[in-house]
T-cell receptor
Framework: EPEVTQTPSHQVTQMGQEVILRCVPI?????FYWYRQILGQKVEFLVS????????KSEIFDDQFSVERPDGSNFTLKIRSTKLEDSAMYFC????????????FGDGTRLSIL | GENVEQHPSTLSVQEGDSAVIKCTYS??????FPWYKQELGKRPQLIID?????GEKKDQRIAVTLNKTAKHFSLHITETQPEDSAVYFC???????????FGTGTRLTVIP
């Protein structure tokens, strides 16, 4: 069964540094998402992406965050100047279409900010 | 935006018993309701979903019911097994926003 893959599995970064989290969505999927989960809490939506542009973003997704699809397969989340409170598990997800299609999640990247 | 509430936060059952987890949502425009199972340190895994034009859906030991009028939906697991132990999240897809809103999760423990 095709899967969403994410790299790295764990990223440790000094506060103020930039990080890039990478995702390869399922190949025939058209909608891509980033979510985050602070330890012990619920999954929170960050941003959705379709046709090479952001379609929705949450309040969490401020100017420090950006997303990009640099080529035909990768989907990246960049945090420009990390803060301690950015420490969380970041999940990428993809779906075949809009309109309530199943979203399939990757294994996540655990981001630890020191 | 959508607000999804989930109860209980923790649930312990004896192996073989049933488990029920309940969620409510606020936005009547939400039309798709998936349930995810998350084992410790792993990805949320879709286990069952239901759309707003259906009242009930079943897949082996797992079933989901939806009451659109009351804006609540429930997950039912029958004949629970130790491997069902995990955190379960409900979610609602809000059509206008094109994203999932998750509940706060239920930690299910199945006692052998």
């Amino acid at each position: 069964e095709p899967e969403v893959t994410q790299t790295p599995s764990h990223q440790v970064t000094q506060m103020g540094q930039e990080v890039i989290l990478r995702c390869v969505p399922i190949s025939n999927h058209l909608y891509f998402y980033w979510y985050r989960q602070i330890l012990g809490q619920k999954v929170e939506f960050l941003v959705s992406f379709y046709n090479n542009e952001i379609s929705e973003k949450s309040e969490i997704f401020d100017d420090q965050f950006s997303v990009e699809r640099p080529d035909g397969s990768n989907f990246t989340l960049k945090i420009r100047s990390t803060k301690l409170e950015d420490s969380a598990m970041y999940f990428c997800a993809s779906s075949e279409n809009r309109g309530g299609q199943p979203q399939h999640f990757g294994d996540g990247t655990r981001l630890s900010i020191l | 935006g959508e607000n999804v509430e989930q109860h209980p936060s923790t649930l312990s059952v004896q192996e073989g018993d049933s488990a029920v987890i309940k969620c409510t949502y606020s936005d009547s425009a939400s039309n798709y309701f998936p349930w995810y199972k998350q084992e410790l340190g792993k990805r949320p895994q879709l286990i069952i979903d239901i759309r707003s034009n259906v009242g009930e859906k079943k897949d082996q030991r797992i079933a989901v019911t939806l009451n659109k009028t009351a804006k609540h939906f429930s997950l039912h697991i029958t004949e629970t097994q130790p491997e069902d132990s995990a955190v379960y999240f409900c979610a609602a897809f809000q059509t206008g926003a094109n994203n999932l809103f998750f509940g706060t999760g239920t930690r299910l423990t199945v006692i052998p």
